[in-house]
């Protein structure tokens, strides 16, 4: 959160500048605020969404040019389905050593992971929002076995929240050091016994060294839902990790409280041995100018009280 004061100048610098685009309103803004990642980077992608919110809420007025998209994460185009691949079968030894590849944007990779994952995923693709890493897993021979997708934790559930056993406060402050398996999706002409287990183990031995240097600092904890009417969970059990419980069927970034969907199941695999005493007590691995932009768990408001103190959601 934030003081009237600086929300006034974000204010100022919309109503001073309305030929800007809202993602050079958005640099301005982070370069203005210090709203940096730990490397560095500003995080405008964040910057526009918050501002579209915003606008939506009709704390803002962007530019009559500038389109706000619905809230949420956004759906791309992507091609058509891709040809079917050749299948793969039989043990998974003969597939290893796994190679887990980052997807760069706006390479061959990049639409081929959009491609799969729309066209195969139960959930289709959306854009991520906020930190995230695509990977593609590959054979030994190089062949294409699997896409996952990581990014922003969910904001509040009550199962992880009180097996971590951190306030209010705290997880405001460390929520971050927490990484979501958004999409994982074997490829459906991939039958391998055993592989997503072992995928999923893999990946829990690489995604720390990556996130570190895509974004300055090291997960403590993984975590995913799974919606226990499509799946058993299978895989996550047998790669070690935790089932904790369900949702409550509100939606992972639900602030508002109005959404409505299906009740999942909540998995986590610990990064560490005592990782539940770090999330409590590590230091924030963002600067205190970027903490002053996290969203408020406890009211879900965007602008309350005597200071008028804002809430980025």
């Known amino acids: 959160m ?12 919309v109503a001073d500048y309305p030929a800007l685009s809202v993602h050079e309103l958005s640099l301005t803004i982070c370069e203005l605020l210090n709203w940096k990642r730990p490397n560095g980077r500003l995080k405008a992608h964040e910057c526009r969404a918050w501002l579209q919110q915003l606008h939506t809420a009709g704390w803002l007025a962007l530019p009559a040019l500038q389109r706000c998209g619905p809230k949420g994460p956004q759906r791309i185009a992507v091609g ?7 299948e793969v079968c039989g043990p998974a030894k003969m597939l290893e050593p796994l190679r887990l590849d980052l997807v760069e944007a706006g390479s061959q990779d990049s639409a081929r992971f959009r491609t799969w994952i729309e066209h195969h995923h139960y959930l289709g693709y959306r854009v991520p929002v906020g930190a995230s890493l ?3 897993v590959r054979s030994v021979s190089g062949q294409v076995l699997a ?6 934790p969910a904001w509040k559930m009550a199962p992880r929240d009180g097996w971590i056993g951190w306030s209010a406060a705290q997880r405001e402050q460390n929520l971050q050091y927490i990484v979501h398996n958004s999409r994982f999706l074997i490829l459906p002409w991939v039958r391998v016994s055993g592989l997503a287990s072992k995928i999923l183990s893999r990946c829990a031995r690489q995604l720390p060294k990556d996130w570190q240097r895509c974004y300055g600092y090291r997960p ?3 975590e995913t839902l799974v919606d226990g009417a499509r799946f058993a969970g299978t ?3 047998a790669a070690n990790w935790i089932l904790l419980g369900q949702t409550t069927g509100r939606g992972r970034m639900d602030w508002q409280r109005q959404a409505a969907v299906r009740r999942k199941d909540i998995y986590v695999y610990p990064l560490g041995r005592h990782v539940q005493h770090d999330l409590q007590t590590t230091e924030a691995p963002l600067s205190l100018a970027e903490m002053r932009y996290r969203r408020s768990a406890e009211d879900g408001v965007l602008f309350a009280g005597q200071n008028k103190t804002f809430h980025l959601c």
Do not use: A
């Open 2 to 13: 934030f003081s009237g004061d600086e929300f006034r100048l974000v204010q100022q610098i």
């Open 80 to 86: 058509g389905p891709t040809d079917r691949e050749t």
């Open 134 to 136: 695509r990977y593609l």
């Open 147 to 152: 896409c996952l997708l990581w990014s922003s």
């Open 220 to 222: 403590m904890l993984l």
């Open 235 to 237: 895989s996550y059990r």
